[in-house]
Nanobody
Framework: QVQLVESGGGLVQAGGSLRLSCAASGRTFSRFGMGWFRQAPGKEREFVAVIRWSDNSTYYANSVKGRFTISRDNAKNTVYLQMNSLKPEDTAVYYC????????????WGQGTQVTVSS
């Protein structure tokens, strides 16, 4: 069992930055692929970024590529999402998720953290 707790959300002006953190419990954190998703009001949840456990390779949604960076610290059981040049359309609840096998799907989800970007 893995529990995920996000933090770091808040209110920021357009063009600003935030860093989200996702702390994971469990001894096998290093073997999980970790992803970030977001859901804006009235919209479907969408993929933001993922980092693989095997080689720390990353992949981003086109909408955030070049602005967001996902990283992980296995010693701290934590995955991060550095968000720069934020736009009002980035406003959403951001969720982290853990997957044993990324091609199968995500097994565990956090409760989410709100990010609001004002214009």
């Amino acid at each position: 069992q893995v529990q995920l707790v996000e933090s770091g959300g808040g209110l920021v002006q357009a063009g600003g930055s935030l860093r989200l953190s996702c702390a994971a419990s469990g001894r096998t954190f290093s073997r999980f692929g970790m992803g970030w998703f977001r859901q804006a009001p009235g919209k479907e949840r969408e993929f933001v970024a993922v980092i693989r456990w095997s080689d720390n390779s990353t992949y981003y949604a086109n909408s955030v590529k070049g602005r967001f960076t996902i990283s992980r610290d296995n010693a701290k059981n934590t995955v991060y999402l550095q968000m720069n040049s934020l736009k009002p359309e980035d406003t959403a609840v951001y969720y982290c998720a853990a997957a044993r096998y990324l091609d199968v799907g995500y097994d565990y989800w956090g409760q989410g953290t709100q990010v609001t970007v004002s214009s």
